[in-house]
Protein backbone atom coordinates (compact mmCIF):
# COMPACT_ATOMS: atom_id res chain seq x y z
CA UNK A 1 0.00 0.00 0.00
CA UNK A 2 1.58 3.32 -0.70
CA UNK A 3 2.63 5.62 1.61
CA UNK A 4 -0.39 7.80 3.67
CA UNK A 5 -0.17 11.52 1.52
CA UNK A 6 -2.94 13.08 4.73
CA UNK A 7 -2.38 15.41 6.90
CA UNK A 8 -2.34 13.80 10.49
CA UNK A 9 -4.05 15.90 13.29
CA UNK A 10 -2.16 15.55 16.44
CA UNK A 11 -4.74 15.98 19.49
CA UNK A 12 -2.14 14.77 21.90
CA UNK A 13 0.22 17.86 21.14
CA UNK A 14 -2.42 20.36 21.01
CA UNK A 15 -3.53 18.63 24.54
CA UNK A 16 -0.30 19.30 25.58
CA UNK A 17 -0.12 22.49 24.66
CA UNK A 18 -3.74 23.85 26.25
CA UNK A 19 -2.16 21.95 28.98
CA UNK A 20 1.22 24.29 29.10
CA UNK A 21 -1.09 27.75 29.00
CA UNK A 22 -3.64 26.27 31.66
CA UNK A 23 -0.28 25.57 34.08
CA UNK A 24 0.46 29.12 33.13
CA UNK A 25 -3.18 30.70 34.11
CA UNK A 26 -3.21 28.75 36.99
CA UNK A 27 -0.09 30.03 38.36
CA UNK A 28 -1.33 33.57 38.16
CA UNK A 29 -4.82 32.98 39.09
CA UNK A 30 -3.88 31.22 41.98
CA UNK A 31 -2.56 33.62 44.26
CA UNK A 32 -5.83 35.82 43.88
CA UNK A 33 -8.01 33.00 44.83
CA UNK A 34 -5.67 31.32 47.48
CA UNK A 35 -6.34 28.06 46.60
CA UNK A 36 -6.09 25.80 43.42
CA UNK A 37 -8.80 25.08 41.23
CA UNK A 38 -10.69 21.56 42.24
CA UNK A 39 -11.90 19.24 40.15
CA UNK A 40 -13.88 16.25 41.98
CA UNK A 41 -14.30 13.08 40.18
CA UNK A 42 -17.19 10.26 40.71
CA UNK A 43 -16.03 6.96 39.72
CA UNK A 44 -18.59 3.74 40.89
CA UNK A 45 -17.53 0.51 40.34
CA UNK A 46 -14.91 -1.19 39.52
CA UNK A 47 -15.00 -0.94 35.11
CA UNK A 48 -11.06 -0.71 34.57
CA UNK A 49 -11.59 1.06 31.33
CA UNK A 50 -13.40 3.23 33.73
CA UNK A 51 -10.09 3.06 36.25
CA UNK A 52 -7.95 3.68 33.69
CA UNK A 53 -9.62 7.12 32.40
CA UNK A 54 -10.18 8.33 35.87
CA UNK A 55 -6.39 8.18 36.24
CA UNK A 56 -5.45 9.70 32.96
CA UNK A 57 -7.91 12.53 34.67
CA UNK A 58 -6.22 12.91 37.84
CA UNK A 59 -2.19 12.31 36.77
CA UNK A 60 -3.63 15.53 34.23
CA UNK A 61 -4.90 17.80 36.93
CA UNK A 62 -1.68 16.95 38.59
CA UNK A 63 0.53 18.08 35.75
CA UNK A 64 -1.53 21.33 35.47
CA UNK A 65 -1.39 22.16 39.06
CA UNK A 66 -5.51 21.23 39.46
CA UNK A 67 -6.17 19.69 43.20
CA UNK A 68 -8.40 16.38 42.46
CA UNK A 69 -10.89 15.22 44.96
CA UNK A 70 -11.75 11.31 43.58
CA UNK A 71 -14.38 10.48 44.96
CA UNK A 72 -14.67 6.21 44.15
CA UNK A 73 -17.63 4.43 45.10
CA UNK A 74 -18.46 0.29 45.39
CA UNK A 75 -21.36 -0.74 42.51
CA UNK A 76 -24.03 -1.38 45.36
CA UNK A 77 -23.47 2.42 46.47
CA UNK A 78 -27.28 3.92 46.56
CA UNK A 79 -28.50 6.54 44.63
CA UNK A 80 -29.11 8.65 48.04
CA UNK A 81 -25.86 8.12 48.54
CA UNK A 82 -24.34 9.67 45.39
CA UNK A 83 -27.29 12.46 45.67
CA UNK A 84 -25.61 13.20 48.67
CA UNK A 85 -22.33 13.42 47.70
CA UNK A 86 -22.97 15.56 44.02
CA UNK A 87 -24.81 17.95 47.28
CA UNK A 88 -21.66 18.14 48.60
CA UNK A 89 -19.42 18.97 46.03
CA UNK A 90 -22.23 21.99 44.76
CA UNK A 91 -21.81 23.34 47.91
CA UNK A 92 -17.89 22.85 48.56
CA UNK A 93 -15.92 26.17 47.83
CA UNK A 94 -12.59 23.84 46.82
CA UNK A 95 -14.48 22.28 44.15
CA UNK A 96 -14.80 24.31 40.38
CA UNK A 97 -15.98 21.45 38.33
CA UNK A 98 -17.75 18.38 38.94
CA UNK A 99 -17.84 14.99 36.36
CA UNK A 100 -18.74 11.64 36.57
CA UNK A 101 -17.23 9.42 34.99
CA UNK A 102 -19.41 7.35 32.43
CA UNK A 103 -20.92 4.30 32.62
CA UNK A 104 -22.55 3.70 35.55
CA UNK A 105 -23.70 0.23 36.84
CA UNK A 106 -26.54 -0.34 35.03
CA UNK A 107 -28.74 0.18 38.10
CA UNK A 108 -28.46 3.93 37.65
CA UNK A 109 -30.38 6.73 35.92
CA UNK A 110 -26.94 8.63 34.85
CA UNK A 111 -29.03 11.32 33.48
CA UNK A 112 -30.57 12.11 36.59
CA UNK A 113 -27.84 12.21 38.46
CA UNK A 114 -26.11 14.72 35.81
CA UNK A 115 -28.97 17.02 36.65
CA UNK A 116 -28.32 17.18 40.20
CA UNK A 117 -24.62 18.69 39.19
CA UNK A 118 -24.56 22.51 39.29
CA UNK A 119 -24.65 23.67 36.23
CA UNK A 120 -21.71 26.25 36.52
CA UNK A 121 -19.70 22.94 38.16
CA UNK A 122 -20.59 20.94 35.56
CA UNK A 123 -16.98 20.28 33.85
CA UNK A 124 -18.44 18.19 31.30
CA UNK A 125 -20.47 20.41 29.65
CA UNK A 126 -23.58 18.08 29.49
CA UNK A 127 -26.05 19.89 32.35
CA UNK A 128 -29.48 20.92 30.27
CA UNK A 129 -28.70 23.99 30.78
CA UNK A 130 -25.41 24.06 29.02
CA UNK A 131 -26.92 21.81 26.30
CA UNK A 132 -29.13 24.56 26.10
CA UNK A 133 -26.53 27.94 26.24
CA UNK A 134 -25.07 25.87 23.02
CA UNK A 135 -28.50 25.76 21.39
CA UNK A 136 -28.84 29.33 21.76
CA UNK A 137 -24.85 30.30 20.92
CA UNK A 138 -24.54 32.23 24.44
CA UNK A 139 -21.05 31.57 26.15
CA UNK A 140 -21.01 28.11 28.85
CA UNK A 141 -19.31 25.27 29.41
CA UNK A 142 -19.24 23.15 26.29
CA UNK A 143 -19.33 19.32 26.01
CA UNK A 144 -15.63 18.34 26.34
CA UNK A 145 -15.24 15.78 23.25
CA UNK A 146 -17.20 17.86 20.70
CA UNK A 147 -15.50 21.50 22.12
CA UNK A 148 -12.08 19.07 21.53
CA UNK A 149 -12.80 18.43 17.59
CA UNK A 150 -13.58 21.94 17.20
CA UNK A 151 -10.09 23.31 18.66
CA UNK A 152 -8.27 20.93 16.84
CA UNK A 153 -9.74 21.76 13.66
CA UNK A 154 -9.18 25.67 14.65
CA UNK A 155 -5.56 24.61 15.34
CA UNK A 156 -4.52 22.84 12.04
CA UNK A 157 -6.80 26.07 10.26
CA UNK A 158 -9.11 24.27 8.67
CA UNK A 159 -12.00 26.28 6.88
CA UNK A 160 -15.42 25.36 8.40
CA UNK A 161 -17.74 27.81 7.51
CA UNK A 162 -19.69 27.18 4.34
CA UNK A 163 -18.66 23.24 4.52
CA UNK A 164 -20.75 20.15 4.22
CA UNK A 165 -20.27 18.76 7.10
CA UNK A 166 -21.47 15.07 7.90
CA UNK A 167 -21.60 14.05 11.64
CA UNK A 168 -22.20 10.63 12.32
CA UNK A 169 -23.24 9.50 15.58
CA UNK A 170 -26.01 11.32 17.37
CA UNK A 171 -25.34 10.80 21.03
CA UNK A 172 -26.00 13.66 23.59
CA UNK A 173 -22.24 13.47 24.61
CA UNK A 174 -20.73 14.13 20.57
CA UNK A 175 -23.39 14.14 17.99
CA UNK A 176 -25.75 16.33 18.65
CA UNK A 177 -23.45 18.95 20.52
CA UNK A 178 -20.74 19.30 17.73
CA UNK A 179 -23.36 19.08 14.37
CA UNK A 180 -24.50 22.41 16.60
CA UNK A 181 -21.21 24.04 17.68
CA UNK A 182 -20.44 23.32 13.77
CA UNK A 183 -23.76 25.07 12.57
CA UNK A 184 -22.51 27.89 15.14
CA UNK A 185 -19.52 28.22 12.75
CA UNK A 186 -21.41 28.19 9.53
CA UNK A 187 -20.71 24.98 8.24
CA UNK A 188 -24.00 22.97 6.68
CA UNK A 189 -24.43 19.81 9.17
CA UNK A 190 -26.16 16.88 8.16
CA UNK A 191 -26.36 14.26 11.08
CA UNK A 192 -26.23 10.19 10.39
CA UNK A 193 -26.77 7.25 12.31
CA UNK A 194 -26.99 3.86 12.89
CA UNK A 195 -30.33 3.63 10.76
CA UNK A 196 -29.61 6.17 8.03
CA UNK A 197 -30.18 4.62 4.60
CA UNK A 198 -27.38 4.52 2.05
CA UNK A 199 -25.09 5.86 4.82
CA UNK A 200 -21.73 5.66 2.02
CA UNK A 201 -23.92 8.27 -0.18
CA UNK A 202 -24.61 10.90 2.66
CA UNK A 203 -20.56 10.50 3.66
CA UNK A 204 -18.60 11.33 0.51
CA UNK A 205 -20.67 14.71 0.50
CA UNK A 206 -18.51 15.46 3.49
CA UNK A 207 -16.00 17.92 3.01
CA UNK A 208 -15.22 17.47 6.94
CA UNK A 209 -16.51 13.99 7.99
CA UNK A 210 -17.13 12.50 11.74
CA UNK A 211 -17.16 9.23 12.79
CA UNK A 212 -18.98 8.84 16.14
CA UNK A 213 -21.27 5.91 16.27
CA UNK A 214 -18.59 3.57 18.32
CA UNK A 215 -18.71 1.03 15.33
CA UNK A 216 -15.05 0.01 15.01
CA UNK A 217 -13.76 0.86 11.39
CA UNK A 218 -17.04 1.27 10.15
CA UNK A 219 -15.53 4.29 7.63
CA UNK A 220 -14.30 3.14 4.91
CA UNK A 221 -12.46 4.49 1.78
CA UNK A 222 -14.99 4.46 -0.44
CA UNK A 223 -16.90 6.36 1.86
CA UNK A 224 -14.59 9.37 1.94
CA UNK A 225 -14.61 12.28 -0.73
CA UNK A 226 -10.86 12.90 -2.07
CA UNK A 227 -9.19 15.66 0.27
CA UNK A 228 -12.09 15.59 2.87
CA UNK A 229 -10.64 16.09 6.60
CA UNK A 230 -12.07 13.29 8.91
CA UNK A 231 -12.36 13.27 12.38
CA UNK A 232 -12.54 9.91 14.76
CA UNK A 233 -14.06 10.01 17.69
CA UNK A 234 -14.40 6.03 18.09
CA UNK A 235 -12.38 4.49 20.96
CA UNK A 236 -13.44 0.68 19.98
CA UNK A 237 -11.28 -2.18 21.81
CA UNK A 238 -11.24 -5.62 19.17
CA UNK A 239 -9.29 -8.61 19.36
CA UNK A 240 -6.62 -9.58 16.57
CA UNK A 241 -6.63 -13.00 15.01
CA UNK A 242 -3.44 -13.26 17.42
CA UNK A 243 -5.84 -12.48 20.66
CA UNK A 244 -3.85 -9.18 21.29
CA UNK A 245 -6.38 -6.46 21.99
CA UNK A 246 -6.46 -3.02 20.38
CA UNK A 247 -7.70 0.18 20.28
CA UNK A 248 -9.71 1.00 17.06
CA UNK A 249 -11.58 4.32 15.78
CA UNK A 250 -14.83 4.52 14.03
CA UNK A 251 -13.08 5.14 10.68
CA UNK A 252 -9.96 2.58 8.62
CA UNK A 253 -7.03 4.61 9.25
CA UNK A 254 -4.90 2.43 6.99
CA UNK A 255 -7.45 3.41 3.89
CA UNK A 256 -9.12 6.09 4.64
CA UNK A 257 -5.77 8.01 5.06
CA UNK A 258 -4.92 7.51 1.50
CA UNK A 259 -7.80 9.60 0.09
CA UNK A 260 -8.38 12.24 2.85
CA UNK A 261 -6.67 15.34 3.13
CA UNK A 262 -6.51 15.02 7.19
CA UNK A 263 -7.22 12.66 9.41
CA UNK A 264 -7.18 11.99 13.29
CA UNK A 265 -5.48 8.99 14.74
CA UNK A 266 -6.76 6.77 17.06
CA UNK A 267 -5.54 6.68 19.86
CA UNK A 268 -3.56 10.27 19.79
CA UNK A 269 -6.41 12.04 18.19
CA UNK A 270 -9.49 13.58 19.50
CA UNK A 271 -9.09 11.24 23.09
CA UNK A 272 -6.35 13.76 24.93
CA UNK A 273 -8.11 16.78 23.78
CA UNK A 274 -11.14 15.22 25.40
CA UNK A 275 -9.47 15.25 29.10
CA UNK A 276 -8.02 19.12 27.78
CA UNK A 277 -10.75 20.44 27.50
CA UNK A 278 -12.25 18.98 30.81
CA UNK A 279 -9.43 20.75 32.48
CA UNK A 280 -10.25 23.98 30.93
CA UNK A 281 -13.94 23.82 32.05
CA UNK A 282 -12.71 23.19 34.97
CA UNK A 283 -9.92 26.54 35.18
CA UNK A 284 -12.81 28.40 33.64
CA UNK A 285 -15.19 27.70 36.34
CA UNK A 286 -12.28 28.77 38.70
CA UNK A 287 -11.91 31.71 37.00
CA UNK A 288 -15.60 33.02 36.96
CA UNK A 289 -15.19 33.12 41.02
CA UNK A 290 -12.93 35.77 41.01
Given at each position: ?S ?17 Q ?10 P ?12 V?D ?7 V ?12 A ?9 V ?10 E ?6 V ?8 L ?26 L ?5 S ?16 D ?7 G??A????R?I ?5 L ?8 A ?20 IL ?9 I ?9 V ?14 K ?9 E??S ?6 T ?10 V???L ?11
Amino acid sequence: MSESTALILNGKALAQKIQQELKAKIATLQPKMGRPPGLAVIMVGDNPASAVYVRNKERSCEKVGIASFGKHFPANVTKTELENVINELNQDEKVDGILIQLPLPSQFDSVALLHKIAPQKDADGLHPVNLGHLVRSETGLRSCTPAGVMALLDEYNIEIEGKNAVVVGRSILVGKPLALMLLDRNATVTIAHSRTKNLAQITRNADILIGAVGKPQLIKADMVKKGAVVIDVGINRIKSPEGKFKIVGDVDFEGVSQVAQAITPVPGGIGPMTVAILLKNTVLSYEHKI
